[in-house]
């Protein structure tokens, strides 16, 4: 028999069939006319054997069909397992290359699957909430943002809404001192209305929540503990349940404990008890404290409940004209509040790691072509056997995919390793991100990472190799005789690419370095260093009257200024970034009462060494002293900031301002002023100083003593360490009322750290990325400037025989690195001015186009690719003409 | 035997038949019918539309493959050859015709 062709097929399924059932009917007939059949009757006789021609036609084409695609399966199958094998073997073969290649991307690979995975926790995995998309937070707007409410404009809300399934929930957040067994501890706590955990859409992990019978007053004496308090105080103990826990001096019955992924305020709440509104609380409509959520109907639309609200609002503002004026209700998805600008902030970051393993993959690519190169012969040769140009780029892409993947094997333990460093490292307060890590979900981001890496990084070499000429390819002394300019376009490409995503990085980095060092040189207006803070709180049970509540702060005050190395000692309502702190609406005299003519301004409560202790200066007038006391002159110390507002230029000492209470007859009540203190930056050096004053505490509203929830803070000044002062201070209080614990103790320069932390992580981290694109650039122009001196060697020795200098060879390498260097600068400077605004909320006295940091970044760059560039002309200079033209 | 009740009991046997000639070495789908009718001296005739239904889905089962070839007669045709797989399949068939033949002779041909 003859030779058989090799599958596949050539002919499709439908020719083959035919021609075999032709061949058979043709050869039964000739049987049959053998047999003495005239040839008519032979045909039909074959026919008939037969049967319905068409029917097994059609039987055989559909067989054949499936068979068809089971061949093909199982060739690509095969195909694949060899490709993978040779893969394998050519890395073995190469380990230098594998081992440089598959680092490079597993740090891009790396980088990019930790945030990845921080992105999951924070932002895409869903909240353990039912349904948390229709969970709403309800908030009124203080000049356009969303702040607190009232339990007045609550409790009437609540009454005329009916978009809301079970009606709006309210919390106040409180703390508590926890003393029981233990050392007493200050805990934050909410008191919610008993439809609380029903409308968050959370059941509790043990026991119950609250019965509508307990959020009234007088029976509200339930908690439900979080999981995080249930096991740090009281050892995750089921007994727990039923048994009473005493808190600010009373009993409260344990019902319930909640499960630990229900932990989603940034306040932290550590256990809710109920809030037990009493009637008078339900009528207020100016103090406005609760956070308000609500839970719309499945069929409800955001829109319409803020219609409805509106509605209520209007009602209000008429009933209420004096609180309520200028009343308005918006309405936050609760997603959005949760996760505020953290979102945007691990995008950023996502994008910016995204860049850097773009660059790695520029790198790689290089090395792919460098090798690609010493590969020309073996593709060649297997062309010449027949594989097609796709089956060629089949094989390399499969080869890059191994790589990849390899790569994305190391890449994972770094991202492991790394993620953990962004957690530890990470601004306290962004939520769920210690629940980040490298999970199932971050396992497929990192696969997909590494093959879209392998396409990006692979197909370009690839499509070059398969097209490699045969001929050029299989004579062995195929040699680049382009002379002068930069034929490779590719690899140019590679290099603009390169410097254009590292200046990206960079500039980016370049602004917020310069955010931050404006922020370090920003006058905070106050002296933070050698200051300790700590806070107190009294309970309400045990120090119900006014006068007792300022004499025991007044005595605080005095133990802490004899504390051994205190210099001066203070108690106030606040001191600077840090929780608490209030504000009030402020009427000069002679201003017509109106809503809208009230100064907002933040209050201090303060005694009179609060300036020195803070060092902050009285700019006019006086401190306050000893003149000032109860049943005295009312008298307040003003912030410059606030002279300026309320007496615009005019001397405010001697002016008079209505604030805080009214008289017993209900007219305004006129407090003095008789000092301007200098503004401070209460809220951190990003923000400025805000309108402030201040007033006496023998002097202090006795409704402020609710506002404040009797918590103040204690400063002290030394001229030593202020952490050593926070043992004696303890000491010190403890003295006064062993019950009291001291909560927040911190140093002034600790809490200027934290407010900046947030800006520092995200600094260092752009800063570490900048720098690592750099790098990976450096070493991509590196490389391709080395291949082109290497390419060019003989023509150099040539010009150097015929008599250029050393020098002039440099000048000529450096000159054909330059040109991709400043397209990729161009192109950089673009995309990073279009860029950059993402980073705009982060910026602190920077413009998003700042030319000084753009001047930066480009000469850094240029230095740095100059360098890179450097090595191999330096090189090319080097080369022994003789040498040169020998090897020809 | 009427062809009828041949071809009835061809229908689970003719993997088998198949298998078995074409172990003795490659063959076209008509020389595979030819072959089998006379060895068996013209008892088992081959109903040719359940032939090649069988030779294609056998195929798809990966115990035959087939590849173009020339015929006795110099013309292009398809021709059959066994696989490994094809091989083992013929073992447990013939095995499998050998114990039903066995019992039903044992009924058929009892004394």
Redesign the interface.
């Known amino acids: 028999?003859?030779r058989?062709?090799?599958?596949p097929?050539k002919a499709p399924v439908d020719d083959?069939?035919d021609?075999?059932?032709a061949?058979?009917l043709e050869?039964?007939t000739r049987?049959y006319v053998d047999r003495g059949f005239s040839a008519a009757d032979a045909r039909r006789e074959?026919e008939r054997?037969?049967?319905?021609?068409a029917?097994?036609r059609a039987?055989?084409r559909a067989?054949?069909e499936?068979?068809d695609r089971?061949m093909r399966r199982i060739e690509y199958a095969s195909e694949l397992r060899q490709d993978i094998g040779f893969a394998w073997r050519q890395m073995r073969r190469n380990p230098g290359f594998a081992l440089i290649a598959s680092l490079t991307l597993a740090l891009g690979i790396g980088g990019t699957t930790a945030i990845f995975s921080a992105v999951d926790a924070v932002v895409l995995r869903p909240l353990p909430l039912r349904d948390p998309a229709r969970l709403m937070v309800v908030a009124e707007t203080w000049k356009g943002l969303p702040s607190d409410v009232s339990a007045g404009n609550f409790t009437d809300a609540n009454a005329g809404l009916t978009r809301f399934e079970g009606g709006l929930t309210a919390e106040q957040f409180s703390s508590f001192n926890l003393a029981d067994g233990g050392t007493p501890e200050r805990i934050i706590g909410g008191r919610v209305t008993a439809n609380y955990f029903d409308v968050l859409g959370a059941r509790p992990a043990m026991g119950r929540t609250f019965r509508a019978d307990e959020d009234r007053p007088g029976s509200e004496q339930v908690v439900v503990l979080s999981h995080r308090l249930w096991t740090r105080r009281f050892g995750a103990a089921s007994a727990i349940l039923g048994q009473d826990i005493r808190m600010n001096g009373r009993r409260y019955t344990v019902a319930g404990v909640m499960p630990a992924s229900f932990d989603l305020t940034t306040n932290r709440e550590e256990l809710w008890v109920p809030i037990a509104f009493t009637p008078e609380r339900k009528a207020m409509h100016d103090e406005h404290y609760l956070t308000v959520y609500g839970r719309l109907n499945a069929d409800a639309t955001a829109q319409q409940a803020l219609a409805e609200l509106e509605a209520v609002a209007s009602r209000l503002r008429r009933d209420f004209p004096k609180d309520d004026g200028e009343l308005t209700f918006t309405v936050i998805p609760f997603t959005d509040q949760f996760v505020g600008d953290y979102g945007k902030r691990l995008l950023v970051l996502l994008g910016a790691v995204s860049v850097v393993l773009l660059i790695a993959c520029g790198n790689v690519a290089n090395l792919l072509l460098a090798r690609g190169a010493a590969r020309g012969r073996e593709i060649a040769i297997r062309t010449a056997l027949g594989a097609g140009r796709w089956r060629i780029v089949r094989q390399c892409l499969t080869e890059s995919a191994v790589l990849a993947l390899c790569a994305a094997a190391a890449g994972l333990l770094f991202a492991k390793w790394s993620l953990a460093a962004v957690v530890a490292w990470s601004p306290p307060g962004v939520p769920r991100l210690e629940q980040a890590q490298i999970d199932p979900a971050a396992l497929g981001f990192a696969v997909a990472a590494a093959l879209v890496s392998s396409v990006l990084f692979g197909l370009a070499p690839a499509l070059r190799l398969a097209k490699g000429d045969v001929q050029t390819g299989l004579r062995e002394g195929a040699r680049g005789t382009t002379a002068g300019g930069f034929r490779d376009r590719l690899r140019a490409g590679l290099i603009v690419s390169e410097v254009a995503l590292s200046l990206l990085l960079l500039f980016g980095a370049g602004l917020l370095i310069r955010s931050a060092i404006a922020l370090q040189r920003v006058d905070l207006g106050f002296d933070p260093h050698g200051v300790l803070t700590a806070r107190v709180a009294l309970p309400a049970a045990s120090y119900a009257e006014p006068e007792r509540v300022v004499a025991t702060f007044e005595r605080m005050a005095e133990a802490a200024a004899k504390v051994p190395g205190v210099t001066q000692a203070s108690i106030t309502s606040y001191a600077a970034m840090g929780g608490g702190g209030g504000s009030n609406g402020l009427l000069p005299e002679g201003v017509p009462f109106a809503i809208k003519n009230l100064i907002q301004s933040g209050l201090r409560i303060i005694t009179p060494d609060f300036f020195r202790a803070m060092g902050v200066p009285i700019v006019k007038g006086r401190g306050f002293d000893d003149r000032d006391r109860a049943g005295g002159q009312k008298v307040m110390i003003v912030s410059a900031r606030l002279a300026a507002i309320a007496f615009s230029g005019q001397d405010p000492i001697g002016k008079r301002i209505a604030c805080c209470e009214q008289r017993p007859d209900g007219s305004a009540d006129y407090k003095v002023v008789v000092g301007v203190a200098g503004d401070i930056r209460s809220r951190g050096p990003a923000t400025p100083p805000a309108a402030e004053f201040y007033l006496p505490l023998p002097q202090a509203p006795a409704d402020a003593w609710n506002w404040t929830q009797r918590s103040m803070y204690i400063v002290i000044r030394t001229a030593g360490d202020p952490a050593a002062l926070a043992q004696p201070l303890r000491a010190a209080i403890a003295r006064i009322d062993p019950d009291l614990p001291l909560f927040d103790v911190r140093m002034m320069s600790q809490r200027l750290s934290s407010s900046l932390a947030t800006a520092r992580f995200n600094t260092l981290l752009l800063t570490i990325l900048g720098g690592v694109g750099l790098l990976l650039a450096a070493s991509g122009i590196y490389g391709v400037i080395a291949y082109f001196v290497s390419q060019r060697t003989h023509e150099i020795g040539v010009r150097m025989a015929l008599g250029a200098t050393p020098g002039s060879v440099v000048r000529l390498i450096l000159t054909q690195a330059t040109r991709p260097v400043a397209l990729g600068a161009a192109v950089g400077i673009g995309a990073a001015l279009a860029a950059s605004r993402v980073l705009a909320n982060q910026l602190f006295d920077v413009s998003p186009t700042d030319p000084a940091t753009i001047a930066a970044v480009v000469v850094t760059l240029g230095a740095v690719a100059l360098a890179a560039s450097a090595v191999p002309a330096r090189r090319a200079a080097a080369i022994d003409p003789t040498k040169a033209l020998q090897a020809e | 035997m009427t062809p009828e009740t041949t071809a009835e009991l061809l229908h689970g046997t003719l993997v088998a038949l198949i298998l078995k000639t074409l172990a003795r070495g490659r063959r076209h789908g008509y020389a595979i019918a030819r072959a089998i009718e006379e060895a068996t001296g013209g008892v088992v005739q081959v109903e040719d539309g359940s032939l090649y239904p069988a030779l294609y889905r056998m195929e798809r089962s990966g115990w035959i493959e087939a590849e173009w070839g020339v015929s006795e007669l110099g013309r292009k045709a398809k021709l059959y050859r066994l696989t490994p797989r094809g091989r083992r399949q013929l073992a447990a068939e013939t095995a499998e015709w050998a114990r039903f033949a066995t019992a039903v002779s044992r009924l058929l041909l009892a004394t």
């Open positions: 028999m003859n058989f062709y090799l599958w097929w083959e069939v021609h075999e059932l061949f058979h050869m039964r049987e074959a054997r037969m049967g319905d021609v029917r097994v039987a055989c067989l054949g499936g068979r089971r």
